[in-house]
């Protein structure tokens, strides 16, 4: 139901260096992973070869225990929900927009889709609601707004894993805690989240605290934390 594995998989693009060396690791479904890097760590890549978007030089991915090479393109395509930094919205509808996702979805569906994005009082504010053309010369939507309505279409699904690929760099804060929400709401329904982010500020700091519930759980420049995971 939605487990991600990396069994020691190295990527190289064409006629490149290697983006990716002896990658192993397991999400387990309805948990987050990050992925946090510079800019050309290969971020994007890895979650390009969840995608499917590329094939691994050598080293096997499993999707829910069978080889992704196995995994049909349907499947694929129901399952995994993709959400980039520059979502495309289509000329149409916000609607035909959701419906990308899912065909059949009703308008009530799409509605509860967008109230679980926490979209749904923005999207009543423009000026025809769910049937405002937005997209490419349609009705013009913030990189924030764009993003949030990726994340609404990919939730629709309802995605067995959600892989987001730098999908909330274009947020406020604000809107970046109702994707929070948002994502703690899948994990409970057993989505897998993977998401990638620069976190460029961080990884420039001379010093880093990790703290949860109130408790340092890690606490060093960038280089020691990476020595101790
Ligand atoms: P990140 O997402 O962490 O910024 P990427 O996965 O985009 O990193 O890039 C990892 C490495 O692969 C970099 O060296 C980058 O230049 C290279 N790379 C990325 N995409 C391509 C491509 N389409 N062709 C060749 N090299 C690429
Ligand atoms: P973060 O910055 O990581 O979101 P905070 O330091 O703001 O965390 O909050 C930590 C905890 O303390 C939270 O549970 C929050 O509800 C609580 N809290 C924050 N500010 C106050 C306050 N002024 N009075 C009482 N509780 C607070």
Request: with cysteine.
């Amino acid at each position: 139901r939605g487990r991600v594995e990396f069994n020691q998989v190295h990527f190289a693009y064409r006629q490149g260096t290697p983006a990716l060396t002896n990658i192993s690791f397991k999400v387990e479904p309805g948990r987050m992973m990050a992925l946090v890097g510079p800019s050309g760590a290969g971020k994007s890549t890895l979650i390009s070869l969840i995608a499917r978007l590329y094939e691994p030089s050598s080293g096997i991915i499993r999707i829910d225990g069978m080889d992704i090479k196995q995994v049909t393109m349907e499947s694929l395509r129901s399952h995994i929900g993709f959400v980039t930094q520059e979502p495309y919205l289509f000329y149409g509808s916000l609607l035909d927009n959701m419906r990308f996702a899912k065909e059949d979805a009703t308008q009530a569906e799409v509605e509860d889709a967008c109230r679980k994005a926490y979209i749904d009082d923005f999207i009543t504010a423009l000026p025809e609601g769910y049937h405002t053309i937005v997209g490419e010369r349609g009705h013009r939507l913030s990189g924030g707004e764009r993003q949030r309505i990726a994340i609404a279409r990919a939730i629709l699904k309802n995605p067995r894993i959600l892989i987001l690929d730098e999908a909330t760099s274009h947020l406020d804060s604000q809107s970046e805690a109702y994707v929070q929400k948002a994502l703690e709401e899948l994990m409970k329904h057993r989505t897998t989240i993977v998401i990638a982010h620069r976190l460029s500020t961080i990884l420039a700091s001379d010093s880093i605290i990790v703290l949860k519930d109130g408790v340092v759980v890690e606490q060093g420049t960038h280089e020691e934390l990476l020595i101790h995971n």
